[in-house]
């Protein structure tokens, strides 16, 4: 799925979904291995002119570039057609009669009988800064039983993709940008850094300048809002994954009486600061790195990369000092770097599903061929076979540096360092230096953490993943508990991955459909393994 990881250049990250990246990444790789207040919007003055407005749904192709090539079903497999649609909003909410953006949506409609349609079940995959126009025809045949009764949509947030998108630097500009070192060793390269992220940082702003303070998770809250007005449903029914967890915190604090049925999945603590999140990443991690390890050796078969795990991630810790010094072949004329290879490792801790290419990636680059992990980072960047970038990066750093008041220093970093190479000597080091990834940035910060406090609220139902890298396990708790009392209903999936819904996992995939299809609400605390 899932944003949503900040393993990437000089980029803070959220926790963001990756299986659309990784979902694109297989068709290579497969190639390769074998060749405030409610905020009520009223129909009233100068919002008139948004509520107003009716949705032009148009035949339109399933979409595959925004997340970096690969190809969805279009038709869908019972021959009905994606539509698209464009929603105007303001560009600023607190000056409705100023300028205006496009929001893009796209749906699915559902597929059963019109006198059992619910309404529609709006989607967030997770960034911030993923596209929903892209993801949802993606994985749409996983959401097939929900489609009998929903309408299944989802849509670019501002600033992403098709919505008025953020733009940063250029394709080849990029392709340098991710190949730069972002664990720097000495006073020489952290300089190198720095120099990096505010040049960075100055090219959205002469790019994206005017859209900068408008990206705010707040923004795409009220932008929902009016999305559901326009929708034709008197409640939000919602699905979010990853950072769509805590967009849809932060809709049911500003409109508590608008939640219908929602869903979070792969759970964002919003409890935390940037800081704080960072090292709880290189904790989840670390941890998936553990479990890929331990499977690994456990294979009747044997391990190609380690006879223990402490071998496998010896190896793997060997592999990427190596890489720092000199950097082998990896997809022509491009090399396979140390940030690019821990770009790929991480990639596929995302799923159960790709840590067979994540040994066949590391077994290639043991003997020099670099080319399976840099599919795997490319999709991590949102980088297409033909070389152009979705704007991912340039989204999820405007949304970031947006919604987040800490700006962290190099001196707040390497104080921090020691903590975040314990919580994880593979990942710690790049976790930590994307704190500074805000440095300079136009627009100021708008709070410490979200406020996703929702007293009035429909039950939630918060989805735990007790193996999950991105958001671990103690996100969901804590969001649980933020929503307020009675409002969060726990369910927890003892399973590896980011997410749980798209594990396949029976328990928690009749769970879910209970209670979005027939409003069943689960007992809370229930458990699936």
């Not at 090399?335 to 799923?351: F, K, P, V």
């Not at 991105?470 to 996100?475: K, L």
Request: include cysteine; hydrophobic fraction near 35%; proline fraction near 7%.
């Amino acid at each position: 799925m899932a944003s949503d990881s900040r393993l990437r250049a000089v980029v803070p990250r959220r926790p963001r979904t990756t299986t659309t990246a990784l979902t694109s990444a297989a068709v290579l790789l497969a190639a390769l291995l074998t060749g405030c207040g409610d905020g009520d919007l009223r129909a009233t003055g100068t919002s008139a002119r948004f509520t107003a407005q009716t949705l032009d749904w148009r035949a339109c192709p399933a979409p595959s570039e925004a997340e970096g090539g690969g190809s969805a079903p279009s038709p869908l497999p019972n021959g009905a057609t994606w539509e698209c649609a464009t929603m105007k909003a303001p560009l600023d909410w607190s000056r409705p009669q100023g300028p205006t953006i496009g929001i893009a949506l796209i749906r699915a409609k559902a597929s059963g009988p019109a006198n059992r349609r619910i309404g529609s079940l709006v989607f967030n995959f997770g960034g911030p800064g993923g596209s929903g126009v892209t993801a949802l025809p993606a994985f749409a045949q996983d959401y097939a039983t929900l489609r009998t009764r929903y309408d299944l949509v989802s849509f670019d947030p501002r600033g992403v993709g098709r919505s008025a998108p953020v733009k940063c630097l250029g394709d080849a500009q990029l392709d340098t940008f991710f190949q730069q070192d972002a664990t720097p060793d000495d006073s020489t390269e952290r300089a190198q850094l720095l120099a990096r992220t505010r040049k960075f940082n100055a090219a959205c702003e002469a790019n994206s300048g005017k859209l900068l303070p408008n990206v705010r998770t707040t923004d795409a809250a009220r932008d929902m809002d009016l999305m559901r007005r326009l929708l034709g449903d008197a409640k939000l029914h919602y699905f979010g994954i990853s950072y769509g967890t805590e967009l849809g915190g932060v809709y049911a604090h500003l409109f508590p009486q608008h939640v219908g049925r929602a869903v979070f999945d792969g759970v964002v603590d919003p409890t935390q600061n940037p800081e704080q999140s960072a090292l709880g990443q290189a904790k989840g991690f670390q941890l998936a790195l553990d479990n890929f390890a331990e499977d690994c050796v456990a294979k009747p078969e044997g391990c190609p990369i380690g006879d223990t795990p402490q071998d496998v991630k010896d190896r793997i810790a060997q592999l990427l000092h190596d890489l720092d010094k000199k950097p082998i072949p990896g997809i022509s004329p491009r090399r396979l770097t140390e940030t690019a290879a821990t770009n790929g490792i991480a990639q596929s801790l995302y799923s159960k599903d790709f840590w067979e290419y994540l040994t066949e990636g590391l077994e290639q680059a043991y003997d020099g061929d670099g080319r399976v992990l840099m599919v795997l980072s490319d999709a991590m960047n949102g980088r297409n076979q033909n070389g152009g970038y979705s704007n991912i990066t340039a989204a999820n750093v405007a949304i970031n540096c947006a919604d987040q008041k800490p700006r962290y220093t190099v001196a707040d970093v390497q104080r921090a360092l020691p903590r975040f190479r314990s919580a994880s000597p593979l990942f710690g080091d790049f976790l930590a230096w994307g704190m500074v990834s805000c440095t300079d940035w136009a627009v100021p910060g708008a709070a410490y953490h979200p406020d996703v406090s929702a007293p009035g609220s429909a039950p939630i139902l918060v989805v735990g993943n007790t193996g999950d890298p991105a958001t671990p396990y103690a996100g969901a708790r804590r969001m649980a508990q933020a929503l307020g009392k009675g409002v969060a209903v726990e369910l927890t999936y003892k399973g590896q991955g980011h997410g749980a819904y798209d594990s396949k996992n029976k328990c928690v995939q009749n769970t879910v459909n209970a209670y979005l299809l027939d409003g069943t609400v689960p007992r809370s605390g229930g458990v699936c393994t």
